[in-house]
């Protein structure tokens, strides 16, 4: 009888995806999928360390499913993949990793650098799919652990992706969501390694390009591929929307806006984190750009492109923000009038740079401010009708 596996993922959706294809390397093994985790002789647990006190989740959530299951190491055998285990790998003392592997001494660790793309992904019902054109970022946001966790960005081949995506058009999806933590600057890495500067690049289709040079991280030109990957997904036919996440504002170039410009199936509906809307603390969070030049990036979005709207992140309370900057972030919202945005509080987080920073905003503060946010966006999205209900929890939130 063949062995079932089961797979419990958490975080955002390029977790997911990765959960998509581990499924599709247990099934070329010859595993098949578990109803339930009581079935399973294999459990993958897809770990996300964006939470706080996530390697300690962790340990109680094995403790938990192995009690669940009512089975010790022997019959069900359980593998821990995702964030945590990235962090660990990359960890240079190597202490995450030694403690880890003391805790949960007969759990196996799958860094997901060892999953290929090989396999086509399991995908979930429905008609999205969700393609990852790369994985890992070099921007080093002082706020985030990802570039720990996932490593240096590295691109996946031009025409494996187009690949993939005719592959899931085939299969009967009509939507796909192109994955990366900087989906912009795809390319980057492997034009930088193979081509030299000013050269062109040959398109799986044949046709020869100037590669995209966008300005990264405020000290350096970069060339990268990706309005030219936008745009043949987005004339594959069968996909009838397409959609990236994250785009970041200091890659997105005149080249792209055109593309969105030109195909009306590519999303309307653009994320782009714009974090907070003082410059002082755009530039403590390592990032590059200016309040100024994130407007002037939505208005040329929003001149080619009329029927945009942008959903956008947001941290408040990040060390050192004042009432003033805290009054920035409430006025850029206020001017680019989010239809959604995904706010936080900031928490420090291992690794980090931020983490050296005196997180000096009182807890209280921290929540006070995000429901103001939170009330803004929704106010202004025309939301006002969830105020009342988002209003009790923020309340709660803020007199705990
Ligand atoms: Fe994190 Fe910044 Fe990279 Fe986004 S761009 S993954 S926030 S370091």
Not at 119 to 141: D, L, Q, W, Y
Not at 147 to 165: A, D, M, Q, Y
Not at 242 to 263: G, M, T, Y
Not at 373 to 394: A, C, N
């Amino acid at each position: 009888m063949s062995k079932k596996y089961f797979i419990q993922t958490f975080g955002c959706q390029q977790n997911t995806a990765d959960s998509e294809r581990i499924a599709s390397q247990y099934e070329a093994r010859g595993f098949v999928l578990a109803r339930s985790l009581e079935e399973a002789d294999t459990l993958v647990v897809n770990t996300c360390i964006v939470r706080d006190r996530a390697e300690e989740k962790v340990y109680g959530l094995v403790q938990n499913l192995r009690e669940k299951a009512k089975r010790g190491p022997g019959d069900l055998h359980i593998v821990i993949t995702g964030c945590l285990v990235g962090a660990a790998a990359r960890e240079p003392s190597g202490k995450l990793m030694k403690r880890m592997k003391s805790r949960l001494p007969n759990e196996e660790f799958l860094p997901m650098e060892d999953v290929g793309f090989e396999h086509e992904p399991k995908r979930a019902t429905g008609k999205m799919a969700s393609i990852v054109i790369s994985n890992g970022c070099n921007n080093f946001c002082a706020f985030c652990i990802v570039p720990f966790s996932r490593g240096k960005e590295r691109s996946r081949p031009f025409g494996e992706i187009l690949h993939e995506v005719q592959e899931a058009v085939e299969a009967g999806k009509t939507e796909v969501v192109l994955l990366g933590q900087n989906v912009n600057s795809y390319g980057a890495d492997f034009l930088m390694e193979k081509i030299k500067e000013g050269a062109e690049y040959e398109l799986p289709s044949g046709k020869k390009v100037k590669p995209v040079m966008v300005k990264h991280l405020g000290r350096h030109r970069i060339p990268t591929l990706f309005p030219y990957l936008l745009e043949a997904v987005a004339e594959i036919p069968g996909v009838e929307k397409v959609s990236f996440l994250s785009a970041n504002p200091w890659d997105f170039s005149d080249e792209l806006i055109d593309v969105i410009a030109k195909h009306p199936n590519i999303d309307r509906y653009l994320h782009l984190p714009i974090q907070a809307g003082s410059d002082k603390i755009i530039k403590a969070m390592n990032r590059w750009y200016t309040r100024d030049e994130y407007l002037a990036l939505i208005e040329r979005i929003q001149v080619k492109v009329p029927d945009v709207e942008f959903t956008t992140d947001i941290i408040v309370g990040f060390p050192g923000e004042t009432r003033e900057d805290f009054e920035a972030t409430l006025d850029i919202v206020r001017r680019v009038k989010f239809t959604k945005a995904f706010v936080a509080w900031y928490s420090p987080r291992p690794g980090t740079a931020a983490l050296k920073m005196p997180d000096d905003i009182d807890i209280h503060e921290k929540k006070r401010r995000f429901t103001e946010l939170d009330h803004l966006i929704l106010r202004l999205s025309g939301r006002e009708h969830l105020i009342e209900k988002m209003g009790k929890t923020g309340a709660e939130r803020v007199s705990e």
